[in-house]
């Protein structure tokens, strides 16, 4: 993570980072959103720009204010411990080929928002029942975090 106070600072260190390791991931801040894109030539898989955030965020509480409400009030809700959550479903686990009314998937108390293709850059969102579980796949899941755990476990390798 780059999270410099200067931009330039940000875009030596991802280009730095990159070189050394061309797996990592990285992310980096930005406070000049023209300067993201140079960002991210350096080497940095994810651009932030807690300027744009505010901006996003001052915007939605004007247009949205019970979606952004209900959010706040959902992700900070102690007692249910709600989670939007990513879950990658493993070659040879219990959900890998599994459409989404088999019981394996069913059962798991979760509501999954979307779901991307092995090398997608694309989601299919609220997906259809019939939707199978590719193995490599990424789920985009909203439940407890008991719920998400038990996912992840049926999700894993070899289960």
Same mark, same amino acid.
């Given at each position: 993570m780059c999270a410099l106070p200067h931009d330039r600072d940000n875009l030596v260190l991802a280009m730095t980072c990159?070189?050394?390791?061309?797996?990592? $991931?990285? *992310? /980096?801040?930005?406070?000049?959103?023209? %300067?993201?894109?140079?960002?991210?030539?350096?080497g940095a898989d994810s651009v932030v720009s807690p300027q744009f955030i505010r901006g996003m965020r001052l915007v939605s509480e004007m247009v949205r204010p019970t979606v952004v409400s209900f959010l706040d009030l959902m992700l900070r809700d102690r007692d249910k411990g709600m989670r939007v959550e990513e879950?990658?479903?493993?070659?040879?686990?219990?959900?890998?080929?599994?459409?989404?009314?088999? $019981?394996? *998937? /069913?059962?798991?108390?979760?509501?999954? %928002?979307?779901?991307?293709?092995?090398?997608?850059?694309?989601?299919?969102?609220?997906?259809?029942?019939g939707s199978v579980l590719a193995a490599g796949c990424t789920m985009i899941i909203l439940g407890s975090a008991a719920s998400v755990n038990a996912v992840r476990e049926k999700a894993g390798a070899g289960i």
């Open positions: 990159r070189m050394n390791n061309p797996k990592i $991931r990285i *992310v /980096a801040k930005c406070h000049d959103i023209k %300067l993201s894109q140079r960002i991210k030539t350096a879950v990658r479903v493993q070659t040879g686990s219990a959900l890998a080929g599994k459409p989404l009314t088999d $019981r394996a *998937v /069913a059962d798991t108390d979760v509501l999954i %928002l979307a779901i991307q293709a092995p090398g997608e850059q694309t989601f299919a969102y609220g997906p259809s029942s």
